[in-house]
């Protein structure tokens, strides 16, 4: 099974959509009521954008596709989340809008650059991981629900 650029796209405007969505909430939440979010949200941005598109993959494909394939995916999207974040990072950084709690930077500054590393690589594969549980789950609700509407 091949990866299309349609599917890319899909991925990549839900993961624009979620990250604007989570965005405004955070924002509301530290404005309005003083509540600071805590830096794991962003696997949360991954995992709804990788709900939303597993399912209509499931729907589209009827199958669970191999485990191989089921990586390969996880990681295409993993790594356009990369891409939105360090735009994101990049125009904190231009226009002066940086989060108070800038943890990996501090990390980088202040520890060896080889824990550096380490430390992002071990958050890279929480994020394949979780991205790879989540996208078969959903795949396989997206098959359930094409049978059940057949």
Request: hydrophobic share 55%; proline share 3%; charged share 15%.
């Amino acid at each position: 099974m091949r990866i299309d650029n349609q599917l890319r796209a899909r991925f990549a405007i839900a993961y624009g959509v979620a990250l604007c969505a989570m965005f405004c909430i955070l924002l509301v939440l530290e404005q309005r009521f003083y509540i600071r979010s805590p830096g794991a949200v962003g696997i949360a941005i991954q995992i709804v954008a990788t709900n939303y598109v597993g399912v209509k993959l499931g729907r589209r494909l009827g199958e669970i596709p191999p485990s191989g394939v089921l990586w390969r995916i996880a990681g295409e999207f993993v790594a356009i989340g990369l891409v939105f974040d360090a735009v994101l990072a990049t125009l904190y950084v231009i226009f002066g809008l940086s989060p108070q709690d800038q943890y990996l930077l501090y990390l980088l500054v202040s520890h060896p650059t080889a824990s550096f590393f380490a430390i992002a690589a071990m958050v890279l594969l929480v994020y394949l991981v979780a991205t790879r549980l989540m996208l078969r789950g959903a795949i396989k609700a997206g098959t359930r629900a094409n049978k059940q509407a057949a």
